[in-house]
Structure formats: C-alpha cells, structure tokens
C-alpha cells in the first residue's frame, strides 16, 4: 500500500524559480490538503481540496497555487519562489467518511 | 485565530516518570479532536482521536469542554515515545484539520 506519495522528497530552488509539488494518493480519499511546516510554528494549512476540481484556500495561501484535476493527485505550486518559503511541506488526504487523515513523507524544500 | 494552542515547545521526562503534553482549543461547536505523533524521518501518524476514548502505546487523552483541553497523558514514559507531538482539530464543517505548533518529547534514558 503506497498510501500518500510525495514527489520530490528534496528541492533546492533558487528565489524567483517555479515548481511543482505532486502528491499522490491510492485510498480514494475525496479530501486532500497541504500543509507546510516550520519550527515554532507547527503546520499550517496552505491549501486543501474537498474532492477533485475544487480546491479552497487555508490559512497561508499566499504564494502558492494548487489544482486537483484528478482525485488521486494534487499539485501545489510556487510561481515564484522566495527564501520565506523553505520549508517541510506535507501533504495529506482523508476519506468523506471517517475522521483520520494520512500524511505523506513530507517534501524538503530550500529557497536560495 | 489560533484554534490550537500547545504550551510548551520541549519537554523532556526520565523514563518511567510520568508525562502529560498539554493542548487547549478555542473553537464554537463541537470539534474532533486528535493526537498525531512524528518520530524521527518519519511521516506523521495518528496516536488517538478523542471519540475512540482508546489507550493507544499507553497513551491516552480525555476531553475537557469545560476546559476546552485535550492533554495527553503516559504513566510511564518510554525512550521509544521520544517524538514531536501535534493536537489537532476538525471542526464542523470537516473540510479542515488545524494544528497545534507542537510538543518535542524527549525521554531521558
């Protein structure tokens, strides 16, 4: 069971790159969300998606894009990346019923 | 609005002591609540949610409204439950799970 998948586990970007995180899951979950985490602040939820073309902002949207046109997969994206955005990204799902969400491996990201 | 609040950053206890990590929430309804723990290089995972009201690890967390707490508690504690600990909260609508900031758990040998 490979569960939720992060591509890639590590990226250095330079300020002003562009990227694309992709998360993966093979449980059918409607639901799937991106978090980012940083010391002392926990994780905070960037974007999430209730099922697959919708997506809705979280508390940190700002800087970052995402889509959901398959229900498996969904994408986060930097458009300009900037050294505020290094960080330990994760992703998660959940199914429509039942309450526990299962996270990814988490994707390292470092802004130059 | 920080919806979940973990006091402390660090904590460390001797094996076998007791051990206690502290979440408050701030939320009008009726939320879930949930413990998540990260080992070391390791993914997040669901320790217990409070609606199962089980003993997970030797870990449990009873729900206080009055208090708006969820502290999660061990008797004793073991090098093994060295970990970042995360409260989390689903509210209502259960479209988002908000997180605490976390506790780092260290169990001195």
């Known amino acids: 069971n490979a569960g939720v998948t992060q591509t890639p586990k590590f990226r250095v970007l330079k300020t002003g790159q562009s990227m694309t995180l992709l998360c993966a899951q093979d449980m059918n979950h409607e639901y799937m969300y991106w978090y980012r985490q940083d010391p002392g602040m926990g994780l905070r939820l960037i974007h999430y998606s209730v099922g697959e073309g919708t997506t809705a902002k979280g508390e940190v949207p700002d800087g970052y894009n995402v889509s959901r046109l398959k229900k498996q997969n969904f994408l986060l994206g930097l458009e300009s990346a900037a050294p505020s955005q290094t960080s330990v990204y994760f992703c998660?799902?959940?199914?429509?019923?039942?309450?526990?969400?299962?996270f990814g491996q988490g994707t390292r990201l470092t802004v130059v | 609005a920080q919806r979940v609040t973990q006091p402390e950053k660090l904590l460390s206890v001797f094996k076998g002591a007791p051990v206690e990590l502290k979440c408050n929430y701030s939320?009008?309804?009726?939320?879930?609540l949930f413990w998540y723990v990260q080992y070391s290089r390791q993914r997040l995972q669901l320790l217990l949610r409070?609606?199962s009201r089980e003993s997970i690890k030797g870990f449990t967390a009873d729900l206080n409204k009055g208090e708006t707490s969820f502290h999660l508690k061990k008797p004793f504690a073991q090098e093994e439950d060295s970990a970042m600990y995360y409260c989390?909260?689903?509210?209502?609508?259960?479209?988002?799970?908000?997180f605490g900031t976390g506790t780092s758990l260290t169990v001195i040998p």
């Open positions: 989390a909260l689903r509210g209502n609508t259960g479209n988002q799970f908000y």
């Open positions: 409070h609606i």
């Open positions: 998660a799902s959940r199914p429509t019923v039942g309450t526990e969400a299962f």
């Open positions: 939320y009008s309804g009726s939320p879930e």
